[in-house]
């Protein structure tokens, strides 16, 4: 085989409730993600060694900076995961074409890893192997972070645990979403320490996280306004403190007509849910005209998750 390219997509999370600290220092999560249409493309070809390099995809002023090309890259770790449990050397070369923001709260290493064990099983595919099934590979995803089972999976998801364990969420219809990134990303380590923080600040302990009930309900009905509404992420307060342009970002998307605005993940990307294709072009230029954010990207979802192409 001379070479296997794989889509993957970003994730927005519709609900991220942060319970409680663990003892291996991740937070239990009620954390709902909704895959929208904005992909990374991961090829993997033969190579003598493991090797990395990380390009914007055409027309994406993604700044790719900060990623990194070395055996630390999260795309490679998962080469080097799937070469190690069918038993092969990890000798393939992995270009990943980024348009998902770096460090931009969408889950965009996360997706480049899950890309890349795709495409390793399926280029070291061979009938002397075992076979790698989708369930290998989701328990592959989650050693190598919280996110990457969804990746896989795609679609709408309830994710438990630390956001690994997954169920598919009864969603109807198409959902229209306008990002808004920012110059810099934010690093998911220091948001939830910053939550933690404040919390521990005001007194205010964890609850146990639940699954949003009328959350459910907006989805199940593909009711935007209704979706927009139930909107909850227990880490925008961190990311508002450690970014507090955000704010303003946020505003501005919600005073242009946005019918919800929340801070993806850990930020700083901000997304705005609107009612269709026709206001996410509205609010898109509104918005870049508005000067709040870096770059301006329109997506729908839900979409599958990671696809050889
Ligand atoms: O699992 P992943 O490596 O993507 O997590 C990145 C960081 O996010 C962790 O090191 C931890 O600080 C934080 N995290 C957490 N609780 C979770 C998921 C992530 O505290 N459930």
């Known amino acids: 085989m001379t070479s296997v390219s794989v889509r993957v997509p970003a994730k927005v999370n519709l609900q991220l409730s942060v319970g409680p600290i663990r003892d ?13 249409s904005l992909f990374d493309e991961v090829t993997a070809a033969p190579a003598a060694g493991l090797e990395v390099s990380v390009e914007a995809a055409p027309h994406s002023r993604v700044a790719i900076g900060g990623v990194p090309t070395d055996g630390g890259n ?55 192997r075992p076979v790698l099934t989708r369930d290998d590979l989701l328990e592959l995803g989650a050693e190598l972070g919280s996110d990457v089972p969804f990746a896989l999976l795609g679609g709408t998801a309830i994710g438990v645990g630390r956001g690994e364990r997954l169920t598919p969420a009864l969603s109807r219809g198409t959902f229209h979403w306008v990002f808004a990134t920012a110059d810099g990303g934010l690093s998911t380590p220091a948001v939830y320490a910053e939550c933690d923080r404040l919390r521990e600040a005001g007194e205010r302990p964890a ?8 959350l459910m309900t907006a989805l199940a009905t593909g009711d935007a306004k209704t979706l927009g509404a139930a909107l909850v992420n227990d880490l925008q307060p961190a990311a508002l403190a450690l970014r507090p342009s955000l704010r303003r970002t946020l505003a501005t998307g919600r005073d242009l007509g946005a019918v919800g605005a929340v801070v993806s993940g850990s ?18 230029a509104d918005l870049d005209g508005a000067g709040v954010a870096e770059q301006i990207v329109v997506a729908a979802g839900p979409v599958p998750g990671a696809t050889v192409l």
């Open 24 to 36: 291996d220092g991740y937070h239990d999560l009620v954390n709902v993600f909704h895959a929208v």
């Open 74 to 128: 999260l795309a490679a770790r998962a080469a080097r995961l799937v070469a190690g449990r069918l038993g092969v050397e990890p000798g393939v070369a992995l270009r990943i074409r980024k348009a998902i923001p770096v460090a931009g709260g969408m889950a965009g290493g996360s997706a480049d890893a899950a890309a890349a064990l795709v495409a390793c099983a399926r280029l070291w595919d061979d009938r002397d």
């Open 267 to 284: 930020g700083p990307t901000c997304a705005f849910l609107v009612a269709n294709e026709e206001h996410a072009a509205d609010l898109a």
């Open 207 to 214: 609850a146990w996280p639940r699954v949003s009930e009328d």
